[in-house]
């Protein structure tokens, strides 16, 4: 038996150190194959976890900055190979493994894990065809969700200047690493987001794209967050990841799949050329087929004119009936007459005397009505004219040239009766009408009255002239 005093005596704080150092230089590069439990993400970016097989449990460790270099998302299940070192955590006395590098445990666990994934997102309905919508046929703005710095974008805008220039604006995103996937996803959300209002126009169509690589290199396009903002964007979406081989689940959930990201480009945009092409050979067909519909009803409307009797031939026919009609007019309307007549004789005939009494003596009470109230106007306005007549009677009398020549004046006529007004007319030996008050007499003109000489003015006598003082 040792005694105690022997004994090296360490603080709590020294042993832990030491067994931190002693576990370190003897584990300082170990690699592990286990299965992952109790994946937490802590808000530090640090990522916490347990690596556990059928007999034995291990706590893990992995830095922010080896988290931002995985090419996959880790998951509790997902089986694992783990490169690192053995460290202690003094204050809780544990050891843990500081992970350095992590990755799938071979593309078995992975496409396990992918398949597992795509049953659970089939069944909720994401990968229906009926969801799937069409592609614009000519978009004015195209959506790229890429990288900014790779060949892939290059590649997008080299086909579709190419083929029909485009509006291009590109959400550039990290397309793989550990913050991959949720940058893809806030990049589809971020174009839906977009009303047109502003300075940068909304996307017609979405391009996510991405270059070739491995199953671990492609994983971010497997994430559930990228898929279901895939299924959730209102503009249509055509995914374009990897090469034609390469199948991920935003393949399943878009609503085209592109083999290459060029066949991206190719599937957004027509060929502009061959439009063209194919308006220019649409309209040499429409402007054929405008000839001979014309050529055609030329010809049948010539085949229709010879087959028609000539103008002339069609009015003398009308003009034949014309005269027939105009003949028996007057024998119908006769007969129309004498028929009318006949019909009123036989309805005059069944007439009740009866009737006709009543009608008569009904008809000769409203007269006398009518009588009996048109009399009293009728004398009023009798009486009315006379006193109008008298009054314009009298003012006749009064205007009436009448009067004047009961004045002493007469009225001279001509052998027309026209009346004379100026004296110029009366020459020696014409025979005039003289009416007076009391009759007519006939008169001859013997001469004419001298006119009246004038009466010359008085000139003033001359002024008497100057004498001169010379």
């Known amino acids: 038996m040792i005694?105690?005093?022997?004994?090296?005596?360490?603080?709590?704080?020294?042993?832990?150190?030491?067994?931190?150092?002693?576990?370190?230089?003897?584990?300082?590069?170990?690699?592990?194959?286990?299965?992952?439990?109790?994946?937490?993400?802590?808000?530090?970016?640090?990522?916490?976890?347990?690596?556990?097989?059928?007999?034995?449990?291990?706590?893990?460790?992995?830095?922010?900055?080896?988290v931002s270099r995985l090419g996959f998302k880790p998951e509790d299940g997902l089986e694992v190979v783990v490169r690192g070192k053995l460290s202690t955590y003094p204050a809780r006395s544990k050891y843990q493994i500081i992970i350095e590098h992590m990755e799938p445990a071979g593309a078995g666990a992975l496409m396990a894990l992918l398949e597992e994934r795509k049953k659970k997102l089939a069944a909720e309905g994401l990968f229906d065809t009926e969801r799937k919508r069409p592609i614009p046929w000519l978009p004015d703005v195209i959506g790229v969700v890429t990288s900014p710095t790779g060949a892939v974008i290059r590649d997008i805008l080299h086909r579709l200047s190419d083929r029909f220039p485009r509006r291009v604006i590109v959400w550039p995103v990290p397309v793989q690493g550990e913050s991959a996937a949720e940058k893809i996803a806030e990049a589809i959300r971020g174009f839906n987001a977009l009303d047109g209002t502003g300075s940068i126009?909304?996307?017609?169509?979405?391009?996510?794209?991405?270059?070739?690589?491995?199953?671990?290199?492609?994983?971010?396009?497997?994430?559930?967050?990228?898929?279901?903002?895939?299924?959730?964007?209102?503009?249509?979406?055509?995914?374009?990841?990897?090469?034609?081989?390469?199948?991920?689940?935003?393949?399943?959930?878009?609503?085209?799949?592109?083999?290459?990201?060029?066949?991206?480009?190719?599937?957004?945009?027509?060929?502009?050329?061959?439009?063209?092409?194919?308006?220019?050979?649409?309209?040499?067909?429409?402007?054929?087929?405008?000839?001979?519909?014309?050529?055609?009803?030329?010809?049948?409307?010539?085949?229709?004119?010879?087959?028609?009797?000539?103008?002339?031939?069609?009015?003398?026919?009308?003009?034949?009936?014309?005269?027939?009609?105009?003949?028996?007019?007057?024998?119908?309307?006769?007969?129309?007459?004498?028929?009318?007549?006949?019909?009123?004789?036989r309805l005059e005939g069944r007439l009740r005397l009866g009737n006709l009494n009543q009608m008569i003596t009904y008809k000769r009470q409203e007269a006398d009505s009518t009588g009996r109230r048109l009399h009293p106007a009728f004398t009023r306005i009798m009486d009315d004219f006379g006193q109008r007549l008298k009054n314009n009677g009298r003012l006749l009398e009064t205007l009436s040239y009448q009067g004047v020549l009961a004045r002493g004046y007469a009225v001279l006529r001509n052998d027309k009766g026209e009346p004379l007004t100026s004296v110029k007319v009366l020459k020696t030996g014409l025979s005039v009408d003289a009416e007076l008050k009391d009759g007519t007499r006939t008169l001859v003109v013997t001469g004419h009255i001298p006119a009246k000489p004038k009466s010359k003015k008085m000139r003033p006598p001359p002024a008497p002239k100057q004498g001169s003082l010379l």
């Open 201 to 345: 126009p909304r996307p017609d169509v979405l391009i996510v794209a991405r270059g070739g690589g491995s199953i671990e290199d492609l994983w971010a396009f497997n994430e559930e967050v990228v898929v279901r903002a895939a299924s959730e964007s209102a503009i249509p979406l055509i995914s374009a990841v990897g090469h034609e081989t390469d199948t991920t689940l935003i393949d399943y959930v878009s609503d085209r799949r592109a083999p290459t990201p060029t066949a991206a480009a190719e599937i957004a945009v027509p060929v502009r050329a061959e439009l063209l092409a194919r308006a220019t050979e649409l309209h040499s067909r429409l402007d054929g087929a405008r000839r001979r519909t014309f050529d055609r009803l030329r010809d049948r409307v010539e085949g229709l004119a010879r087959g028609l009797p000539r103008p002339h031939e069609l009015l003398g026919l009308a003009r034949q009936r014309f005269d027939d009609l105009s003949d028996r007019l007057p024998r119908g309307l006769r007969h129309v007459a004498l028929d009318r007549a006949a019909e009123l004789a």
């Open 3 to 66: 005694p105690s005093d022997n004994i090296h005596e360490y603080t709590v704080s020294e042993l832990s150190g030491a067994l931190k150092r002693t576990v370190e230089d003897n584990f300082g590069n170990v690699r592990v194959r286990a299965e992952l439990s109790g994946v937490k993400l802590h808000s530090s970016g640090h990522l916490y976890l347990s690596l556990k097989d059928e007999r034995a449990n291990m706590d893990g460790v992995c830095w922010r900055g080896t």
